[in-house]
Nanobody
Framework: QVQLVESGGGLVQAGGSLRLSCAASGRTFSTNVMGWYRQAPGKEREFVAR????????TYADSVKGRFTISRDKASNTVYLQMNSLKPEDTAVYYC???????????WGKGTLVTVSS
């Protein structure tokens, strides 16, 4: 069993930056992929970014390319999401997820709220 705990959300003005963190604990050896998803009010959860843990390769949603960067610290089993040039439409609860494969992200954190004011 893997546990994920997110932190770093908050209120920021448009154009500002935030960095989210997701600390993984437990049976992390079974995790090959970690990622970030978000759910805005009244909308479905959507993919933001993911990273393959060993290779470090990354994928981003088109809506965040060039503004968000996912990274990891292997020593602390932590994945980060650096968010720059934030827009009001980035307002959402951001969730960290982990899994053995992309098609099965079966462990989720409780989420952290990001609010971007205009």
């Amino acid at each position: 069993q893997v546990q994920l705990v997110e932190s770093g959300g908050g209120l920021v003005q448009a154009g500002g930056s935030l960095r989210l963190s997701c600390a993984a604990s437990g049976r992390t050896f079974s995790t090959n992929v970690m990622g970030w998803y978000r759910q805005a009010p009244g909308k479905e959860r959507e993919f933001v970014a993911r990273m393959f843990w060993s290779a470090g390769s990354t994928t981003y949603a088109d809506s965040v390319k060039g503004r968000f960067t996912i990274s990891r610290d292997k020593a602390s089993n932590t994945v980060y999401l650096q968010m720059n040039s934030l827009k009001p439409e980035d307002t959402a609860v951001y969730y960290c997820a982990a899994g053995a494969v992309v098609a099965r992200m079966d462990t989720w954190g409780k989420g952290t709220l990001v609010t971007v004011s205009s």
